[in-house]
């Protein structure tokens, strides 16, 4: 495959997902007026930035990005084609600032993971800084075949890759980091071999080649590879002083920083079924303009589907419409060809999937007990700790459709616990307000009664008299 | 998801985890059983092809008999028996029409399975009660492949066993003119004789019994091939089969009369080998983890020697698999994952 980035063209709109649901607080922008790229639409925690210039329009309802989502609430933008940038600051000196104030650029930025997590990176930073950090990992070791942003981001900008890991390294206040790359991609690992030796770098940047096996480009089995001991199950990397980040995540944060750039693009493998190609995309893209611009016949129109796209890669993907958007998390979009899946048969428990799982699990229990599901069981077969990267159905004999029910399980695990979460909540408001009310009604009872007695009284002198 | 897709990616699973289909990994398993079927037709002679006719024929028409029942029963009435799905529910029996039932090839390894527990020459009832209830009371009732608690082929098998004991018992010699007690048996009741003595005898070779340590090293190449193949894993056959040699070797007692006999005999005798790499390790019915599938093993073989030596029955190997397969759902519920 081609590993040339292509920039596409902005366009005609673009709509960006709004995470906040408080969003009308942090609100920058009146809708209807004219914003450049780059501008801040939306402040707070999850800030949504102008990707292209343009008029900002509107909310809209749209497909959202993710598995098993309701479609979300969208700013759209009707651009005017220039895709002009807002002035941006000069004359950065970002090695004499401190940990605090880059941190707060890279999240005033809105960077997140940009290896497909799209984990606020300011957030996993500042946990990892709050647990004393121990190693940084540069992940650029994109296992998933087919896949290939990563790696022609990496030819692209090895130089600037590098100075964002300087920058983290500065943040996290750290001497050394590990650059792990995939066996597979020599060119990148000749490419990064030099520009280290050029830079006289390899004092602080240690490069590692990773074996060429799907999936140790996940963050847990790159933890395990770089650092020689697994992570316990529900304990996040950060908790226990480990950064990892994705080569893109770390030239969004060296975009930040030293050209003072939001995170507004991003690459993106665009596959056919006959050809692939990288662009370096808007957020905020339909899928659909992305596919008509670049394929512009559809490769084979008849062949693909006209309304579906599948999001992610060839394993760990998901099929949704093709009007949802290219979002910062998306590395991948695949047109996918108009067939009938074969119907799955029955499991047989051949534990085929168990030996394959990068996680140990047992996918074919998990399956058993996903079909009607089970809170209880799968909670104890730690469904939680899987990453859904699709090994156990592709090995799978019977070709049950493994991941997409794992990860519609872990949806509603996640809902239950939230409800269940939200019910306590209720009970602990409801048990104190009796509380508060027998307390309150005690005191408003007396208060009553020497009122009346003292009307009493009063009425009783009166009669008297 | 697209097996054929995905590995145009050039993604490297390794040897072990080839995309497969369930047809083609029970192909392999009736591969790995000619070695067995050929040695015991050359012991046993045509009587072993002659059940095996009748078992297959059986097996065809019960198949089909299912299927049938199980088209013309609507989704509605079964939806009850079926947890309802808010996901795909795949292997919903509702939605089960003829072709999986015949083209998946579970139920012929079944049928062979029980063709060829059972001695040569049997009548057409008793094989026929025999396909009928390993895949009827077995397998079907259950909900079918993949749903079944016991190991179909020794519930068919047990089920005869039960019900026509001495038609069971006519295990005809190896060699012409001897008389018809298996070396097991002959073990068994052994009459004040020494295993020496006893071995001495023209029913025993140079391991076991007379020809049957040729049927059960022939499974055991066939076992072996389908370890090779990573169709069945290997901790079941050896964990039972090295309690089976813990277990005699605690009761060889010096090889005197009251010996229970060698492990090399008890490895070698009766069905063991068919036990521990063909029946024990069904996956359907044995447990999930790794550390579950040991204590399986040791619990099938102990129970094979147990009721071997002091049950009723010459060999234990079908109610020593029910047995274990009984306490599965216990040992799935003790070690659930594989940490």
Redesign the interface.
């Known amino acids: 495959m081609n590993l040339l980035i292509e920039q596409a063209d902005p366009p005609t709109r673009v709509y960006l997902a709004v995470q906040d649901r408080h969003w009308r607080e942090h609100g920058q922008v009146d809708f209807g007026t004219y914003v450049l790229k780059g501008s801040l639409l939306v402040g707070g925690d999850n800030p949504v930035h102008a990707t292209t210039s343009g008029t900002l329009e509107r909310t809209v309802l749209r497909p959202s990005s993710r598995k098993n989502a309701e479609p979300a609430l969208h700013l759209s933008i009707r651009s005017d084609g220039k895709d002009q940038w807002l002035p941006r600051a000069k004359n950065l000196s970002p090695l004499t600032q401190s940990a605090e104030a880059l941190l707060t650029k890279i999240a005033t930025a809105g960077i997140v993971g940009l290896g497909g997590g799209a984990f606020p990176t300011a957030t996993k930073l500042a946990t990892a800084i709050r647990h004393t950090p121990r190693y940084l990992i540069v992940n650029g070791v994109e296992c998933e075949p087919g896949v290939q942003a990563d790696e022609a981001l990496m030819h692209a900008a090895s130089v600037e890759i590098l100075q964002g890991a300087l920058l983290a390294l500065q943040i996290l206040n750290l001497d050394q980091c590990i650059l792990a790359i995939g066996e597979d991609k020599h060119s990148a690992l000749e490419i990064f071999t030099q520009k280290i030796l050029q830079q006289e770098l390899s004092g602080k940047i240690q490069l590692l080649p990773v074996a060429d096996k799907f999936p140790n480009g996940s963050e847990r089995q790159l933890i395990k590879i770089c650092t020689g001991t697994a992570l316990p199950r529900n304990v996040y990397p950060a908790q226990l002083g480990i950064s990892v980040l994705n080569v893109s995540t770390l030239y969004a944060i060296y975009q930040a920083i030293y050209l003072d750039q939001a995170l507004v693009e991003r690459v993106v493998t665009l596959h056919t079924p006959q050809s692939a190609k990288n662009i370096r995309v808007h957020i905020g893209t339909p899928a659909k303009d992305l596919v008509n611009n670049n394929f512009p016949s559809r490769a084979n129109a008849p062949a693909v589907s006209t309304n579906l796209i599948q999001r992610g890669g060839p394993l760990t993907g998901w099929i949704q419409s093709i009007d949802a958007c290219v979002e910062k998390g998306t590395t991948c979009l695949q047109l996918i060809k108009n067939t009938v899946p074969k119907p799955a048969l029955p499991c047989i428990r051949c534990g085929k999937c168990a030996t394959i799982c990068p996680e140990n699990l047992l996918p074919q229990e998990l399956y058993w007990y996903s079909k009607p599901l089970n809170e209880a069981k799968l909670n104890a077969l730690k469904l939680t700790s899987c990453l859904t990267c699709g090994l156990c159905e592709t090995v799978c004999p019977s070709q049950i459709p493994l991941t997409n029910m794992f990860r519609d399980s872990q949806t509603l695990l996640k809902q239950y616990a939230a409800h269940k979460q939200q019910a306590r909540q209720v009970s602990a408001r409801v048990k104190a307000r009796t509380v508060r009310l027998e307390k309150s009604g005690q005191s408003t009872q007396s208060q009553r009664e020497k009122r009346l007695s003292r009307l009493r009284q009063s009425r009783s002198s009166n009669h008297e008299q | 998801?697209?097996?054929k897709?995905?590995l145009s990616?050039?993604?490297?699973?390794?040897p072990?985890?080839?995309?497969?289909?369930?047809a083609?990994?029970m192909n392999h398993v009736l591969l790995a059983l000619f070695p067995g079927l050929f040695a015991q037709f050359y012991y046993f002679g045509t009587g072993y092809l002659y059940n095996l006719a009748i078992a297959l024929f059986a097996g065809l028409l019960c198949c089909l008999t299912i299927a049938l029942a199980m088209t013309s029963t609507s989704e509605k009435a079964l939806s009850y028996a079926s947890?309802?799905?808010?996901?795909?529910?795949?292997?919903s029996i509702a939605?089960k029409n003829i072709s999986?039932i015949l083209l998946?090839n579970?139920n012929w390894v079944t049928c062979v399975l029980v063709a060829i527990a059972l001695p040569p020459n049997m009548p057409i009832l008793i094989v026929t009660v025999a396909i009928v209830s390993a895949l009827g009371l077995g397998k079907y009732i259950y909900g079918?492949?993949?749903?079944n608690i016991f190991n179909p082929a020794m519930v068919g098998y047990g089920v005869v066993l039960i019900s026509f004991p001495s038609d069971l018992a006519l295990w005809p010699p190896v060699i012409e003119g001897l008389s018809g007690a298996t070396p097991l048996e002959q073990l068994k009741y052994n009459s004040g004789q020494t295993v020496q003595e006893l071995t001495a005898g023209p029913a025993f070779g140079t391991l076991a019994g007379q020809g049957w340590e040729w049927i059960n090293a022939a499974y055991l190449a066939g076992g072996l091939y389908l370890i090779y193949q990573?169709?069945i894993?290997w901790h079941i056959p050896v964990y039972l089969l090295a309690s089976i040699i813990l277990w005699s070797a605690a009761w060889y007692d010096m090889g005197s009369s009251l010996s229970l006999g060698s492990p090399v005999f008890h490895l070698f005798s009766g069905g063991i080998m068919l036990g521990a790499f063909f029946i024990a390790t069904d996956?359907?019915t044995?447990p999930?983890?790794t550390r579950g599938k040991i204590y399986f093993g040791l619990l099938c073989g102990s129970l094979i020697f147990i009721i071997r030596s002091w049950g009723g029955y010459p060999d234990g190997i079908a109610f020593a698999v029910l047995l274990a397969n009984l306490c599965v759902p216990l040992i799935?519920h003790i070690h659930?994952?594989?940490?």
């Open positions: 998801m697209n097996n897709r995905i990616h050039g993604l490297n699973l390794g072990e985890s080839r995309p497969t289909s369930t083609s990994i947890p309802t799905p808010k996901h795909r529910f795949p292997g939605r999986p998946d579970s079918g492949l993949g749903q990573r169709i894993g996956p359907v044995c999930s983890s799935d659930n994952i594989n940490d």
